[in-house]
């Protein structure tokens, strides 16, 4: 490419940084072997990029250009220090980068590649608490300013970059080497790393809206990570999971409001995600390594399909809960179990199993939401009321409460 | 290659629900001596021990005047340290690998921290 591009849009230079950055960082993690000295020297080249390419253009290779930048940035730092001949030495190995980067970049396989399942791994490795986990990687891998890492976790800004400072602090102390898991290590260190990105697309169904953000970035990491570990049938599980569940999004509020599955309107599904959730989901079937990811996909998958809430395959759906408990017995898991009886079985059976359940989870508002659908079902009316209060009392989200205080005015009005 | 301490706690005033049976302490004491021996191999191993109780414990201040003893440990606490290692290990993952085997031969959970130096000081001055 010669002579002189178009100048860039400055929204359009934006979002190229988002795309590399993480590339970029996990690249001059291992060229200059520390995080911070990383991430200055991004930044620099960042700065200079800004100025560059929209006077010039972006250019063919921006991934490309910006580790080139950096790597020069950081080099002309550590000259003046004692390392300055060693280091520049073990740069100049890096000469095979350009063309790695060019040959394919994100797809492609060798170094650059390994630098990003690297930092993921590094990121959530589980020595680190999980909101360290979950900070780093949305700062390291996403790009995410602090500011907006805090603003989705609802703390201040100094208290999101102190906590960045300390995870980046244990990381060098502790001396967290920089490296891909070995194939005997992968199950345990896998886990956090896929639960970080659940937690992060989690995080981003607080606020629909708002934090679209953190959903957003959540899919990208795991595409990311699917396409450099293809063989991880949880990967792609969580992959699955993630769109199926985005694809709903668009039904899931109206007015600021939530909107249940019952009661979405499924035409505003985005079919593109569900059918390539579901394309996800039958080769996981194929493949028959079941997870945890993959069956919770699954689930998601079988509600998809229904045109309507009541022709949903409930029988199916319970099938994959218990299969589901067997393997995650957790409290949350026995929850939507059965709530998937109340629907498969009937609102008594529904009753006896959330009744069942309830000591463990007393405090958690859906599963008195629970029990006051069914008693809804039943007639019991004035139960009911008592159970959706309960749960307005106990839901943290003020949209959950809202929603709440509504089930029990409409039960009022019909009532009268 | 790095140094890191693995420290186990003990609680004081609990006694320990049951002593374990004698063949069970025994075969805990193969184990560790095994472990002990792989660490030597490995080159892992620098130091440890096994650790006197609190009550043992004498804490040396120096004063303004003169230097003050006083008995006790310098926390009061219910946890204090009742053993440890000091071993070489290349990496955290390294150190954490040998802390499994190591909380697996005795059953009980080990900290790991890393040195930020270790020998004498005019080796290893701390950095700034």
Redesign the interface.
């Known amino acids: 490419m010669t002579g002189h591009a178009a100048p860039a849009d400055p929204a359009k230079v934006e979002s190229v940084f988002r795309e590399v950055y993480g590339q970029a960082v996990a690249t001059l993690i291992r060229v200059c072997g520390d995080i911070t000295l990383a991430e200055d020297a991004v930044q620099d080249a960042f700065v200079a990029a800004t100025d560059r390419w929209r006077r010039d253009g972006i250019p063919p290779n921006p991934a490309g250009w910006i580790v080139t930048t950096a790597r020069n940035r950081a080099i002309d730092q550590h000259r003046r220090s004692t390392r300055g001949r060693e280091f520049e030495r073990d740069a100049a190995d890096e000469s095979g980068l350009n063309s790695e980067l060019s040959a394919g970049g994100r797809e492609g396989n060798g170094a650059v590649t390994d630098d990003q399942l690297r930092l993921i791994f590094i990121c959530c ?1 589980p ?1 680190l608490r999980t909101e360290h986990q979950v900070a780093l990687t949305l700062r390291l891998l996403g790009g995410l300013s602090v500011e907006e890492i805090a603003r989705g976790f609802l703390v201040t800004e100094t208290a999101m970059a102190k906590r960045l400072g300390r995870a980046k602090y244990k990381i060098k ?5 920089y ?1 891909v ?1 070995v194939k005997s290590d992968l199950p345990h260190r896998l886990r956090p790393v896929l639960s970080v990105i659940y937690l992060i697309y989690n995080a981003g169904t607080d606020e629909l809206d708002e934090r679209a953000p953190l959903r957003q970035e959540a899919i990208r990491l795991t595409r990311a990570l699917a396409s450099l570990m293809s063989g991880e049938p949880e990967v792609a599980g969580l992959l699955a999971l993630l769109l199926l569940n985005e694809s709903r999004v668009p039904a899931r509020s109206g007015d600021g409001s939530i909107v249940l599955l019952r009661d979405q309107d499924r035409t505003m599904w985005d079919q593109r995600m569900i059918d390539e959730g579901h394309a996800i989901v039958r080769a996981c079937i194929d493949n028959n390594e079941s997870g945890p990811y993959q069956l919770q996909a699954a689930i998601q998958a079988v509600h998809c399909s229904a045109e309507t809430f009541e022709v949903t395959d409930w029988p199916q759906i319970l099938t994959l809960y218990d299969h589901l408990f067997s393997v995650m017995p957790s409290a949350v898991v026995a929850l939507n179990r059965a709530i998937a009886v109340s629907e498969a079985d009937g609102p008594v059976a529904g009753l006896v199993a959330l009744d069942a359940i309830s000591p463990d989870l007393v405090k958690y508002h859906l599963l008195h939401a629970a029990r006051a659908t069914a008693l809804r079902r039943l007639g019991r009316i004035d139960e009911a009321r008592d159970a959706y209060a309960t749960a307005a009392d106990l839901a943290t989200v003020a949209a959950d409460r809202d929603h709440l205080l509504l089930q029990i005015r409409a039960l009022d009005g019909g009532e009268t | 290659m ?1 140094q890191y301490l693995l420290s186990t706690y003990g609680s004081q005033g609990e006694p320990s629900a049951e002593p374990p049976p004698p063949e069970a302490m025994q075969a805990m004491m193969e184990r560790t001596i095994a472990l002990e021996a792989e660490m030597d191999a490995a080159g892992t191993f620098v130091f440890g021990g096994h650790l006197h109780g609190p009550d043992a414990t004498t804490v040396v201040r120096s004063g303004d005047a003169e230097v003050v003893m006083t008995d006790g440990p310098f926390v009061e606490s219910k946890e204090h340290i009742a053993g440890f290692y000091i071993i070489n290990a ?4 390294a150190a ?1 690998a040998w802390a499994a085997r190591v909380t697996e031969c005795i059953g009980r959970p080990i900290e ?1 921290r ?1 040195f ?1 130096g270790s020998g004498r000081v005019i080796d290893h001055p701390p950095s700034p």
């Open positions: 490795h020595a102390a502790a001396r967290i080497p490296r898991p | 790095s290349e990496d955290l993952d954490l790991v890393p930020a």
